[in-house]
């Protein structure tokens, strides 16, 4: 769990495929069907959704258009703004499970450079705008909006994402200083059972946050994404599987 032992705190990890999971106060299932429901090892139930196009897609994405990963986070931080113009890209290069989309095809919607993929920092913020909405609708069914993120797997050190990622959920995002943390989370989980450690003092010496790395989320741009939210939604709807 990642110091993500009670409800409030979910954990994003940015890795081939992105998940999000989360403590649960009770066991509650998913109704479309995607979302999956485990025992806790800290007690209590926990809560895990996967996207196959993670970090699969961005990568996809930045070499289609010649960004590198200095040039992606540029683009989204001083090349393009929140709600990106009214670009918006489906990200599916490969086939998905949450939502179930067997067919998969990156579908692009705005002007004739962005649908051409001539317009490389709006590729950019639009890959990682869709993810996180799509992070955030699909994760609805755990309860109650998280007010904290930890962020950790490769892409977590890219500070383009985390803002996006901030300002889709509105909610801080804090780095977690390990990048491999389902190693961690074992040996963590070892040392509780073996040693008999209390859970808060194993994760704030192990796996706390990076002290320097906060993302505010900017209250302004909380219509924009619920606007761009609702479009995603009805592009899903006509591609993913029924």
């Not at 996809?60 to 001083?78: C, K, N, P, S």
């Not at 996180?132 to 930890?150: F, H, K, N, Q």
């Not at 383009?160 to 943390?181: P, S």
């Amino acid at each position: 769990g990642m110091g993500a032992t009670t409800p409030g705190t979910a954990v994003i990890s940015l890795g081939t495929s992105d998940t999000v999971f989360a403590a649960m106060e009770r066991p509650r299932t998913d109704p479309r069907g995607f979302g999956h429901v485990f025992g806790h090892p800290a007690g209590g139930f926990m809560s895990l959704i996967c996207f196959a196009n993670g970090s699969l897609a961005r990568e996809t994405v930045a070499r289609r258009v010649g960004l590198d990963w200095a040039g992606f986070e540029r683009a989204i931080l001083q090349d393009t703004k929140p709600g990106n113009d009214g670009a918006l890209l489906l990200p599916y290069f490969v086939p998905e499970m949450t939502p179930r989309i067997t067919a998969p095809q990156p579908l692009l919607r705005g002007d004739a450079a962005f649908t051409t993929w001539r317009d490389p920092a709006r590729s950019a913020r639009a890959i990682v705008e869709a993810q996180a909405l799509v992070m955030r609708r699909y994760s609805d069914w755990i309860g109650g909006t998280p007010e904290r993120l930890l962020a950790t797997g490769g892409a977590s050190s890219n500070q383009g994402i985390l803002r996006v990622i901030a300002d889709v959920f509105q909610a801080e995002v804090h780095r977690l200083r390990v990048k491999n943390a389902s190693a961690l989370g074992a040996a963590l989980r070892a040392a509780q059972v073996v040693g008999q450690l209390d859970w808060a003092f194993l994760f704030e010496r192990f796996a706390a946050p990076g002290p320097a790395v906060v993302v505010r989320p900017a209250p302004e741009t909380r219509p924009i994404y619920e606007e761009m939210g609702a479009r995603l939604a009805a592009e899903i709807h006509q591609l993913a599987d029924r």
